[in-house]
């Protein structure tokens, strides 16, 4: 966020300005107002009126008195953009209105044909006014407000019916939770497109990759696949943005004559509408927006795959209706696929850091949606089969999506005489050992975990900034210093000397003493990343956390058993089956002691609570209800039972304390009903320590 202190907006506190103190009640609404008018300038405007600490402080104040007063939280507060629990499935819901898909045009031509064909059906209009917009590449949404409050939002699906992903959606910023209007309509329905920027994407794509995980073909798939999460703290992570292009006002219909207003009338009620939209008088400035963006739109930050062009007038667009698939007052027209023709040079064979083995075509340059291209991923020998792809080959390649290059076919009339077919070798090229194909997967594998490939992809990895973040540890040094034979596993960089570093090629005196002591200092990295950098399969950066919270140390994850594992919030099966079995790995066992005995943080800091004295609540009788700001409902128990105190599953009138989170039910009544001790989380906690002290 720029720093644009002295015009930023002071936020008045608790204790200060004409208000005086306020009622909690008040001040509830108060921050919730503020917090939503800073995100609203920020992710919509982008024109930021607070400081990120101001709004962090902010935040924070009303999730404290959120966990005080449970019964006050409303569902369009800024706090309720990420969900406590995941979903176990979604549910499928009707659409009110269906959403339509659009017919495509691929050149000018067809677009002239469609204008012909509305106006035979409206031949009383010669030419009318257009709104052209960009087709954004992401999923179709359809938000519905009531009284102004975002009530559901559900995928496209079949037009008919879709999934139900509120909770997903409202971690999108630049989606209201409430409409910015002062006397909004009873029900509003809003589409439009929710999208991954590029940037975005790539930062997913190098995460999936670091963790050994399928990367996204495109920021499209992408998009869908994170609205598709089960776990909307997955989907906060990921900075989805949404355009607004479709507005629905049932029973108001009158209000709101044009696509154009309609587009005036999302932007005042607080959505982003593209900046690029753009109101046409007839055809022919249509043609030229559309030419005009061909080679603009390689320059925006997002994927754009065409031009969607609408008739402005609502009454004509009502006049011409629909077909069975498709409205007749708009259409897709098409920017062609970026594809370009090339010569393989040669097929190259890659072993990653899982040992997964990807074949890769080197070609001769070409340009290809404005970089040059010169490696195609083949992605596995199904497809060099499949395709038929040999070394001098002329192939036509295309930006998938317009970022990962991939042979879409051969010319195979262009072949040259004497080539053959391509088979992926049955030894890995870095350490010659067998390679195996899992039954379930397509990729082969080196399953040699002292193949030097998987080391050297391993050691990039540990040092990467998510992981242990040791700075001058790239690529090059580590395969200078497998080469020199100086380390053999994670472990033997911290026995790495300046003296030893001083050999290699390129390294000072200076740098070698910045690189042992960026080593050494790695040591304080905590637990979770130095989880994250062990690089167990699946185990990205979030669930490199998740686990790390869950499991205080390397010697309790160890233990765990895969249904405990997969028993984690967030954790599948898979990802606890690979947890499990690096665990059982004689290797990996050496490994962790060898860190273990370098001192590494392989175990979470003890808090002040997990170190009070335990029997300091003996007799004490406590419910849990609702669910907690920060403690799962085990821990606050463990933690109510390591200090003396019992935990019970319902409240009577020998019930000292009631411990009270988010939508707590009956037994918050029962409780206030017989006058019992209500405690939040933040009290329990309080209670905790200063029993203890
Ligand atoms: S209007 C009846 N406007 O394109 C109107 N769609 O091929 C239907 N899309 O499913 C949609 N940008 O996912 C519309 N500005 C835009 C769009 C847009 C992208 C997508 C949308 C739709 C698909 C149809």
Redesign the pocket.
């Known amino acids: 966020m720029p720093k644009l202190a002295a015009q930023f907006y002071r936020p008045q506190t608790i204790h200060e300005g004409k208000l005086g103190v306020l009622e909690p009640a008040q001040r509830l609404a108060q921050l919730r107002q503020q917090l939503q008018k800073a995100s609203y300038a920020y992710y919509v405007l982008d024109a930021p009126i607070m400081e990120d600490s101001v709004y962090d402080q902010l935040y924070r104040e009303l999730q404290a008195l959120e966990s005080q007063y449970p019964q006050w939280i409303t569902p369009d507060s800024p706090t309720q953009r990420v969900g406590e629990r995941p979903a176990s499935q979604f549910t499928s819901v009707r659409h009110r209105i269906s959403?339509?898909?659009?017919e495509?045009a691929f050149n000018l031509p067809e677009l002239r044909q469609w204008q012909e064909r509305w106006q035979r059906l409206a031949p009383d209009v010669p030419d009318a006014e257009y709104v052209c917009?960009?087709?954004?590449?992401?999923?179709?949404i359809a938000l519905t407000y009531e009284a102004g409050v975002l009530v559901q939002g559900v995928t496209?699906g079949d037009g008919t019916t879709g999934e139900e992903i509120t909770q997903n959606l409202r971690t999108i910023r630049s989606i209201p939770l409430r409409l910015a209007l002062d006397s909004p309509p009873p029900i509003v329905e809003v589409?439009?497109?929710a999208f991954l920027p590029l940037a975005e994407f790539h930062r997913i794509n190098q995460e999936r990759e670091q963790a050994g995980e399928a990367l996204f073909a495109n920021p499209r798939n992408a998009a869908a696949g994170t609205l598709r999460q089960l776990d909307s703290r997955i989907v906060s992570q990921r900075r989805l943005q949404f355009?607004a292009?479709?507005l629905h006002l049932p029973g108001q219909e009158e209000q709101i004559t044009s696509q154009w207003q309609a587009l005036e009338y999302l932007k005042q009620a607080g959505f982003v509408v593209?900046p690029h939209?753009q109101l046409c008088p007839d055809l022919t400035v249509v043609t030229e927006y559309f030419e005009d963006w061909e080679g603009a739109r390689q320059r925006l930050p997002y994927m754009?795959d065409g031009v969607?062009v609408?008739l402005n007038d609502y009454a004509l667009q009502e006049r011409l209706g629909?077909t069975q698939k498709?409205?007749r007052w708009?259409i897709?027209l098409k920017y062609p696929a970026e594809e370009a023709p090339t010569v393989v040079k040669d097929i190259q064979v890659n072993v990653g850091r899982t040992g997964a083995v990807t074949p890769l075509a080197v070609m001769a340059p070409v340009q290809l949606a404005g970089t040059t291209v010169q490696r195609a991923t083949l992605h596995n020998q199904d497809r060099i089969t499949a395709l038929d792809i040999r070394i001098g080959d002329t192939v036509i390649i295309r930006k998938a999506g317009e970022i990962i290059p991939e042979v879409v076919r051969v010319l195979s009339e262009l072949r040259p005489t004497g080539t053959q077919p391509f088979q992926m070798p049955t030894h890995c090229p870095e350490c010659n050992s067998l390679l195996v194909r899992p039954a379930t997967e397509a990729v082969i594998r080196c399953i040699n975990s002292s193949c030097p490939a998987i080391l050297r992809g391993s050691l990039v990895h540990w040092a990467s900034r998510d992981a242990l973040d040791i700075r001058g540890l790239g690529e090059k040094v580590v395969v200078a210093l497998l080469q020199h034979q100086l380390v053999r596993s994670l472990a033997d960089l911290y026995r790495l000397t300046e003296s030893q570093l001083s050999q290699l090629e390129r390294f000072g005196e200076k740098s070698a003493q910045n690189l042992v002591q960026a080593i050494a200092d790695s040591k304080q990295q905590p637990w979770e990343k130095v989880l994250y950098g062990l690089g167990i399969r699946h185990v990205g950066v979030v669930n490199a956390r998740v686990l790390a919270e869950q499991f205080p140390s390397v010697a309790a994850l160890g233990q765990a058993t895969v249904a405990q594992l997969a028993g984690v919030y967030g954790i599948g099966d898979e990802i606890a089956q690979a947890v499990f079995d690096w665990f059982r790995s004689p290797a990996n066992q050496a490994l962790l002691q060898d860190l273990e005995a370098l001192e590494l943080t392989l175990a979470r800091p003890q808090t002040s609570v997990e170190n009070a004295s335990p029997r300091s609540l003996t007799g004490k009788t406590f419910v849990l209800t609702g669910t907690l700001p920060t403690l799962k409902r085990q821990d606050a128990q463990t933690l109510i039972e390591q200090a003396g105190g019992k935990v019970t599953s319902s409240v009577s009138a020998k019930t000292d304390f009631v411990v009270v989170g988010e939508n707590a039910g009956s037994k918050l009544a029962k409780a206030q009903a017989l006058n019992l001790t209500l405690l939040s989380e933040e009290e329990l906690l309080a209670l905790l320590v200063s029993e203890t002290t």
């Open positions: 959403l339509y898909s659009l495509n917009e960009l087709k954004i590449d992401g999923s179709a496209r589409r439009g497109e355009f292009y479709t593209n939209c754009t969607v609408k629909f498709f409205p708009a897709a």
